[in-house]
T-cell receptor, first 114, second 109 residues
Framework: DSGVTQTPKHLITATGQRVTLRCSPR?????VYWYQQSLDQGLQFLIQ???????AKGNILERFSAQQFPDLHSELNLSSLELGDSALYFC?????????????FGPGTRLTVL | QKEVEQDPGPLSVPEGAIVSLNCTYS??????FMWYRQYSRKGPELLMY????GNKEDGRFTAQVDKSSKYISLFIRDSQPSDSATYLC?????????FGPGTRLSVLP
């Protein structure tokens, strides 16, 4: 158990809908990362937050947004969902968000868009 | 050229074999190198973390970094069926983090 929690574990929804994925980092970690992993694909970095502020942005679609709250949990919002958004979404956390850190991953949320 | 490339696999070996997993990279600024193991549909878990060149051993796992060749390896000795997973290399220059695409390993009993 990495100490990173993600909810829900599974989510099934329809095209055009909006969903929110939630992540709680390990105790003491200030940085949160979001990744998307499609079937048999590698991890695609979406976005990173550090202590409430956006630190880095990857290949995140405009339909997607995220935020990190004062208690350091983070939410990833996915809107106008398309079939191609079906994937595993992972959250990871690290102590300071710097490159010397290692990232600890949550169990993921499996999103299915029908 | 991708920033990080990894042997695509899949790789199948018999139980007890020595496994070598490899990544190459192009950014000479990378200094921190990691290997993650990901079981099917689970979150990646950190296996090894190394800084700069050299070897690091942890049980049956050895991580090797050759910065001059921009090449890193993970060796698994006495491989077990429980080692069957996808292995991801990752590296950082101190600010940016990049993952390789992963190599799927199957260890056959």
């Amino acid at each position: 158990d990495s100490g990173v929690t993600q909810t829900p574990k599974h989510l099934i929804t329809a095209t055009g809908q909006r969903v929110t994925l939630r992540c709680s980092p390990r105790s003491g970690d200030l940085s949160v990362y979001w990744y998307q992993q499609s079937l048999d694909q590698g991890l695609q970095f979406l976005i990173q937050y550090y202590n409430g502020e956006e630190r880095a942005k990857g290949n995140i679609l405009e339909r997607f947004s995220a935020q990190q709250f004062p208690d350091l949990h983070s939410e990833l919002n996915l809107s106008s969902l398309e079939l191609g958004d079906s994937a595993l979404y992972f959250c990871a956390s690290s102590p300071s968000g710097g490159g010397r850190d290692t990232q600890y991953f949550g169990p993921g949320t499996r999103l299915t868009v029908l | 050229q991708k920033e990080v490339e990894q042997d695509p696999g899949p790789l199948s070996v018999p139980e007890g074999a020595i496994v070598s997993l490899n990544c190459t990279y192009s950014n000479s600024a990378f200094q921190y190198f990691m290997w993650y193991r990901q079981y099917s549909r689970k979150g990646p878990e950190l296996l090894m973390y190394t800084y700069s060149s050299g070897n690091k051993e942890d049980g049956r796992f050895t991580a090797q970094v050759d910065k001059s060749s921009k090449y890193i390896s993970l060796f698994i000795r006495d491989s077990q069926p429980s080692d069957s997973a996808t292995y991801l290399c990752a590296m950082s220059d101190g600010q940016n983090f990049v993952f390789g695409p992963g190599t799927r390993l199957s260890v056959l009993p």
